[in-house]
T-cell receptor, first 116, second 114 residues
């Protein structure tokens, strides 16, 4: 069975600090997909990134970067020079290839508060 | 604009009174799904549909029904709501492929059952 753990339930930083959100996953499949979604205070879910299990290259998009390490089953998310607008709940999710339901298994989420 | 539209955004009801939350997508996606979000638990899948007239249970289907009579619509039905169904609900859709495409989510429906 697949499982995603986000051990940090809440993180508080001051603007311009760097912050890393941890995500650890469990799966028996060799082919799977990892996702990050952002949920701002308005409540909608915003897609950030999708990664397949064969692509371990780190990814950078502006102030966001992702570190995928299969050896530790982790897919961590770093925000550099955080801003107040980054305040949100962030979800990591896993989907196993061939899962008929295309089901995303979500972690419990990490609430990030960026203070001015 | 490509989107998933859910209605209503907020709903307060009483135990046992049947309700329907509507969901519609304009992206011609084959796959649609419903999730509920509860504090500390993230999102959990309720039901999904891989095409018209094809639906199946997710992780937490008890107390819910769905139907998929048209490709664009996927309503969530609570025949007899109970307080433990108070939650934030999301409808989602995606292309259907072997590559587990990203899900597009609606804006959410906050349901309170008194």
């Amino acid at each position: 069975a697949q499982k995603v753990t986000q051990a940090q339930t809440e993180i508080s930083v001051v603007e311009k600090e760097d912050v890393t959100l941890d995500c650890v996953y469990e799966t028996r499949d060799t082919t799977y997909y990892l996702f990050w979604y952002k949920q701002p205070p308005s409540g909608e879910l915003v897609f950030l990134i999708r990664r397949n299990s064969f692509d371990e290259q780190n990814e950078i998009s502006g102030r966001y970067s992702w570190n995928f390490q299969k050896s530790t089953s982790s897919f961590n998310f770093t925000i550099t020079a955080s801003q107040v607008v980054d305040s949100a709940v962030y979800f990591c999710a896993l989907s196993e290839a061939g899962n008929a339901g295309n089901m995303l298994t979500f972690g419990g989420g990490t609430r990030l508060m960026v203070k001015p | 604009e490509a989107q998933v539209t859910q209605n209503p955004r907020y709903l307060i009801t009483v135990t046992g009174k049947k309700l329907t939350v509507t969901c519609s997508q304009n992206m011609n996606h084959e796959y649609m799904s419903w999730y509920r979000q509860d504090p500390g638990l993230g999102l959990r899948q309720i039901y999904y549909s891989m095409n018209v007239e094809v639906t199946d249970k997710g992780d937490v289907p008890e107390g819910y029904k769905v139907s998929r009579k048209e490709k664009r619509n996927f309503p969530l039905i609570l025949e007899s709501p109970s307080p433990n169904q108070t939650s934030l609900y999301f409808c989602a859709s995606s292309l259907l492929s072997q590559y587990n495409e990203k899900l597009f989510f609606g804006s959410g429906t906050q349901l309170s059952v008194l």
